[in-house]
């Protein structure tokens, strides 16, 4: 769905006033110290949270549906984090994202996923887009 605009879209969400100095602040702040943590990234675009969460010390799990977002991503976070694609709203199977072996998500879809790793985790979610 991003393929034909990935690109910008990656510079308007790490430059825009709503996402550099309003959204991505606060779920960062909300997330608190995060070393040590195992953190999933769903929806990672272009990796900002992922690289902010590496630095802090984070293991990164990430996930996306495009393709350039993914290597635009793994060009910021290098081979710290395990950014991958994955095409969740089309109905791809999301147990192969689960936090440690024998926590499967119950249900279907990203709400299943949720309550998948909230059973080893806190999830926190920021929904706006760029």
Do not use: K
């Amino acid at each position: 769905m991003y393929e034909d605009f990935a690109d910008a879209f990656a510079v308007h969400a790490e430059l825009s006033a709503h996402n550099a100095h309003y959204d991505r602040p606060a779920v960062l702040r909300l997330l608190g110290h995060v070393a040590g943590q195992r953190i999933l990234d769903v929806g990672c675009g272009s990796g900002l949270y992922a690289a902010e969460l590496v630095e802090r010390g984070a293991e990164v799990v990430g996930f996306d549906g495009s393709d350039r977002l993914v290597q635009l991503a793994r060009q910021r976070v290098g081979s710290v984090a395990d950014l991958r694609v994955h095409e969740a709203e089309r109905g791809a199977p999301l147990h192969r994202l689960r936090p440690q072996e024998g926590v499967r998500p119950s249900g279907g879809g990203p709400a299943g996923l949720m309550r998948a790793w909230s059973s080893v985790g806190r999830p926190i979610a920021s929904t706006g887009q760029p």
